[in-house]
């Protein structure tokens, strides 16, 4: 039996994509995710989680990759209910994703309030039967999971690296970090628009730029 995990990387930040990605392994070799050590990425460092990422990889019958950009979450987001709307929009892109992959069983980490809305709606996205088994924190709860919860941070975190050496110290990309914040009102005030890698419907990106507008509004 061919058993799939589905997990995503970047929902929050205001930087860079969110990344979707799933992980195919025979039921036969579940354990040895477990003998690697796969746990959920947030739980491991950076080094180990690329360590994991490429012995993942090794092991896995298949893994896929989806990026949604800052550019397809902005559209969403601004076009309707922002967290009804991704929601949505997330459970199409793992749909994506289980599509290519097509296992006998998926396990998914939840984005809904509603686990099992989340699972219907990764469902209606599909043209094929399986059983869909989605839950919250998904990612501690099954090996499977934890594997592509580590895929999809590695690659955004490949993103994130390659807009560093770009444009200098951009922070992590979420809004609870000040460098991230500081390179939004720095490049704000030079261009006076954000580039393709922000999100600008975020409310700290209009925020930043709505602080920035009037202290330009002042000066003149």
Not at 38 to 44: A, C, R, T
Not at 108 to 123: C, K, L, N, P, Q
Not at 177 to 194: C, E, H, M, V
Request: net charge positive; hydrophobic share 40%; glycine share 6%.
């Amino acid at each position: 039996m061919i058993m799939s995990g589905v997990d995503e990387a970047g929902r929050g930040p205001v930087i860079g994509p969110l990344v979707v990605a799933g992980v195919s392994l025979d039921e036969k070799d579940l354990p040895k995710l477990v003998d690697l050590g796969v746990k959920d990425s947030k739980l491991l460092s950076a080094q180990k989680r690329e360590t994991l990422a490429k012995q993942i990889k090794e092991l896995a019958l298949n893994c896929h990759v989806v990026f949604l950009s800052p550019a397809e979450i902005d559209h969403v987001v601004e076009t309707g209910k922002r967290l009804h709307r991704l929601n949505r929009f997330e459970a199409q892109a793992m749909a994506k994703v289980i599509t290519i992959l097509k296992p006998d069983v998926v396990y998914v980490d939840a984005s809904d309030v509603s686990a099992e809305r989340f699972g219907e709606h990764i469902a209606e996205n599909l043209d094929f039967s399986l059983k869909i088994v989605s839950e919250h924190k998904a990612d501690l709860t099954y090996p499977i999971v934890s594997a592509a919860s580590i895929i999809a941070k590695v690659e955004r975190d490949m993103v994130i690296s390659s807009l560093q050496k770009k444009h200098g110290d951009i922070g992590c990309g979420y809004p609870s970090d000040s460098k991230t914040i500081k390179f939004l009102g720095d490049w704000i005030r030079k261009f006076g628009s954000y580039p393709d890698f922000v999100r600008k419907s975020w409310k700290t990106s209009k925020r930043v730029k709505r602080e920035s507008d009037s202290r330009q509004k002042k000066l003149q």
